[in-house]
C-alpha cells in the first residue's frame, strides 16, 4: 500500500495566485485531515473530513478551501496565495478518528514558498 | 481555545543519558498521542494513552497520562543518537475529531 500521498512536494508561488495541494490515501479510511507547520513548530488543523461530502474548518481555516468528493481524495484549495501561507502542509487519514486509539497516518508532506 | 504547551523547546544531551519531556495543558483530553517527526518527514505515532494515570512503555521511552488527562510525559533512558528528532504530543477532546498539536520538542542526541 502506498498509505498517504501528496503531489506535489515543493512548489514556490507568487503572491495572488492559487494552487490546489493533492492529498490521496488508498487505506480506505473515513477521516482525513489538512495541517501546515511552520519552521520548527507544531501542527495546527486546517480542515478535516469525517467522510465524502463532509467537511469542517479547524483552527486555521482563512484562505483555503477543501471538497470531499471521494474517500480517497482530499484536496486542498489556496485562493490568492499569501507569504502568511509560506508553510509545509501535511495530509492525514485516520480509520475512525474518535480520537480514543486510531492512529493518523500522515504523507511526506508539501513544502510551499509564497514570494 | 485548547493549547497544549510542550517543555523543553530544545534539548541537546550527550548519548547515554536521560530526559523527560512534558506536554501540559489547562483542557481535558480523552486521549494523547506522541509523535516523532525527522526532518522531511512526516509525524509518526509512537504511543496513545487513553485512561488517566495510565503508564505505557516502548522500549526505552515510557509514556505517561497525567490522573486527570490534562498532562502528559515522555521519559527516554540511555538516549541513542538514534533517538534525535521533533517530539510532538497532540490531543483529542471527547466527542470532537480534531486534534490540538503541541508546540514540539526538539531532541538532539550527542555520539
Known amino acids: 500500500n502506498a498509505g498517504v500521498t501528496q503531489t506535489p512536494k515543493f512548489r514556490i508561488l507568487k503572491i495572488g495566485q492559487s494552487m490546489t495541494l493533492q492529498c490521496t490515501q488508498d487505506m480506505n479510511h473515513n477521516y482525513m485531515y489538512w495541517y501546515r507547520q511552520d519552521p520548527g513548530m507544531g501542527l495546527k488543523l486546517i480542515y478535516y473530513s469525517v467522510g465524502a461530502g463532509i467537511t469542517d474548518k479547524g483552527e486555521v481555516p482563512n484562505g483555503y478551501n477543501v471538497s470531499r468528493s471521494t474517500t480517497e481524495d482530499f484536496p486542498l484549495r489556496l485562493e490568492l496565495a499569501a507569504p502568511s501561507q509560506t508553510s509545509v502542509y501535511f495530509c492525514?487519514?485516520?480509520?475512525?478518528?474518535?480520537?480514543?486509539?486510531?492512529?493518523?497516518?500522515f504523507g511526506p508532506g508539501t513544502r510551499l514558498t509564497v514570494l | 481555545t485548547q493549547l497544549l504547551e510542550q517543555s523543553p523547546q530544545f534539548l541537546s544531551i550527550q548519548e547515554g543519558e536521560n530526559l523527560t519531556v512534558y506536554c501540559n495543558s489547562s483542557s481535558v483530553f480523552s486521549s494523547l498521542q506522541w509523535y516523532r517527526q525527522e526532518p522531511g518527514e512526516g509525524p509518526v505515532l509512537l504511543v496513545t494513552?487513553?485512561?488517566?494515570?495510565e503508564v505505557k512503555k516502548l522500549k526505552r521511552l515510557t509514556f505517561q497520562f497525567g490522573d486527570a488527562r490534562k498532562d502528559s510525559s515522555l521519559h527516554i533512558t540511555a538516549a541513542q543518537p538514534g533517538d534525535t528528532g521533533l517530539y510532538l504530543c497532540?490531543?483529542?477532546?471527547?466527542?470532537?475529531?480534531?486534534?490540538?498539536f503541541g508546540t514540539g520538542t526538539r531532541l538532539k542526541v550527542l555520539a
Open positions: 494513552v487513553v485512561t488517566g494515570g
Open positions: 492525514a487519514s485516520q480509520r475512525r478518528g474518535t480520537g480514543l486509539v486510531d492512529t493518523q497516518y
Open positions: 497532540a490531543g483529542a477532546s471527547t466527542g470532537t475529531y480534531k486534534y490540538i
